[in-house]
């Protein structure tokens, strides 16, 4: 990665751009000489300081400072043109690059996710590298890494972070990892369910590396679950009934930025994308067209409404369940969304007005039934997610059920 001769700052020199690495923040550095870089990464979401944390399971452990050449060669080499994309999209030519900056993000059961910072000519850039080490996790990140770019392409809109390029890096003794530059949502950060003092369940808490834990108030986490039930929605096929799935609010596959009254929600995962259910609703030339339709239109929001109301504490605490305030964003979500998507067929009223009163002619005990089916065949979250469903179906089937009325 070595500059061209000529202006900019310390781009004289020619010289390859100093490489720092950290943990989640500069006030966190590694180095060769840190007892970090020998430590063996975690294959879950507690951090690399936490000496109780799993190595790897296949091959030898993987280490910190390995992680880190890893990410550094791929930047110089399979990724080269990534990282010359992704400057180059913001502007700005990739061999100006005076320093890069590499941050150990965060850990998950697939993913080791880095955050990479250059400084351009007076300009801080940042972008997310994805790494994976498993033979799962390489699989994955092939199949996401094709899965953002065949969305970003079939639907207009910018919920999904645009991705530059993949490739592999040996990582010694026969290890290979797998990467894939893709854009960072600047001033984005996860949010997770966490105990609070109100009847009405756990609420919501924004995670801010730089600034601290911050909860979110009743109008930010309605908002916050209107977005999720509107990008999901946004993505559906109404055609063939595809969609995202295997997502889930545990991993933090969604995240937010709150400035002042504004929120704004982004998916920044897409494992898998596929028709939602086994048999796609009957031909737009038959007379049931429009009823099946609908009735496979409601088995996606009730799958939503399910799966966007389950998290775990502080991310990754016990199965939680979210507040009833919830349900009512899903659906003005679902809804709103489907306003914008053209309807398959003929239908005799406007798309969303015609759901809007299937909705409402919903009944309660027709709901419960649906949503333990439902429950029993997604097992949203493990087991442990399955006997909370079971738990709280009729909760959630009279809070649907009262929504449906309203509308």
């Not at 390029?165 to 997770?192: C, I, K, N, T, Y």
């Not at 596929?274 to 031909?283: G, Q, S, T």
């Not at 003929?346 to 333990?372: I, K, N, S, T, V």
Request: with cysteine; net charge neutral.
């Amino acid at each position: 990665m070595r500059r061209r001769q000529g202006g900019g700052r310390g781009a004289e020199s020619g010289t390859a751009p100093q490489i720092a690495y950290h943990l989640e923040t500069t006030a966190q550095p590694v180095t060769p000489r840190d007892p970090l870089w020998t430590r063996a990464l975690p294959t879950s979401r507690r951090g690399v300081s936490e000496p109780s944390s799993p190595p790897p399971v296949e091959g030898e452990p993987l280490t910190v400072g390995d992680y880190f050449q890893a990410v550094s060669r791929f930047l110089e080499g399979a990724g080269r043109g990534a990282f010359v994309r992704a400057c180059a999209r913001c502007g700005a030519e990739a061999s100006d690059a005076s320093t890069m900056r590499i941050f150990l993000a965060k850990h998950g059961e697939y993913y080791h996710p880095a955050r990479v910072e250059a400084e351009i000519r007076e300009k801080s850039l940042c972008w997310v590298l994805n790494v994976a080490a498993s033979a799962a996790g390489r699989s994955l990140l092939a199949r996401e890494h094709a899965l953002l770019e065949r969305l970003g392409k079939e639907f207009p809109g910018t919920y999904l972070p645009d991705v530059y390029g993949a490739g592999e890096v040996d990582a010694g003794r026969g290890r290979a990892l797998s990467m894939f530059l893709g854009q960072w949502l600047v001033g984005f950060h996860e949010f997770h369910l966490t105990r609070t003092a109100r009847r009405e369940g756990p609420g919501l808490v924004l995670w801010d590396p730089e600034n601290g834990p911050r909860r979110l108030d009743a109008a930010q986490s309605r908002a916050v679950y209107y977005q999720v039930a509107r990008i999901l929605t946004h993505y559906l096929n109404l055609e063939t009934f595809e969609g995202i799935t295997a997502w889930h609010h545990a991993a933090g596959d969604f995240v937010v930025r709150i400035d002042a009254d504004a929120v704004e929600v982004r998916l920044i995962s897409v494992r898998d994308y596929r028709p939602l259910f086994p048999a796609r609703p009957e031909p737009a030339d038959s007379p049931r067209a429009a009823a099946s339709f609908l009735e496979t239109l409601l088995i996606f929001l009730l799958n939503l409404s399910i799966r966007t109301r389950l998290d775990r504490l502080d991310g990754t605490g016990e199965p939680a369940w979210a507040g009833p305030a919830s349900v009512a964003a899903t659906v003005e979500g679902v809804l709103d969304s489907l306003t914008g998507k053209p309807a398959p067929g003929e239908l005799p009223l406007p798309m969303d007005q015609l759901f809007r009163r299937f909705l409402a002619a919903c009944r309660e005990e027709d709901l419960l039934d649906l949503c333990r089916a439902i429950a029993a065949k997604i097992d949203p979250a493990g087991s442990a997610g399955l006997l909370l469903m079971g738990r709280w179906a009729e909760e959630h089937a009279a809070t649907l059920a009262a929504a449906f009325n309203r509308l």
